[in-house]
């Protein structure tokens, strides 16, 4: 089994930044990827990045490219979603996710351990 724990959500101004952290603890593979996602009151989860744990190469939906940076820390089993310039439209509940297979996707269904979820506010 797997654990993921998300932290650092809360609520930011448009134009500000947050940090987002997830823990992964048990059962994890460094090199399994790990993904971030998020979901907005009637909206579908939708893929905002994706970390490999071993190489450290990024894939990143377009709505936040070049404001959004994943890292991860292996020592730590962490991974990081740093959010700039924020968007009155990234307000949702960001969840960290790790599936155990190597391929990278940005498909919810791939994806087979989910942490709590935390919110993200952005205001104008």
């Known amino acids: 089994q797997v654990q993921l724990v998300e932290s650092g959500g809360g609520l930011a101004q448009a134009g500000g930044s947050l940090r987002l952290s997830c823990v992964a603890s048990g059962r994890t593979f460094s090199t399994y990827p790990m993904a971030w996602f998020r979901q907005a009151p009637g909206k579908e989860r939708e893929f905002v990045g994706v970390?490999?744990?071993?190489?450290?190469?990024?894939s990143y939906a377009d709505s936040v490219k070049g404001r959004f940076t994943i890292s991860r820390d292996n020592a730590k089993n962490t991974v990081y979603l740093q959010m700039n310039s924020l968007k009155v439209e990234d307000t949702a509940v960001y969840y960290c996710s790790y599936k155990r297979s190597i391929a990278i996707s940005t498909s919810p269904n791939d994806y087979d351990y989910w942490g709590q979820g935390t919110q993200v506010t952005v205001s104008s």
């Open positions: 970390i490999a744990w071993s190489t450290g190469s990024t």
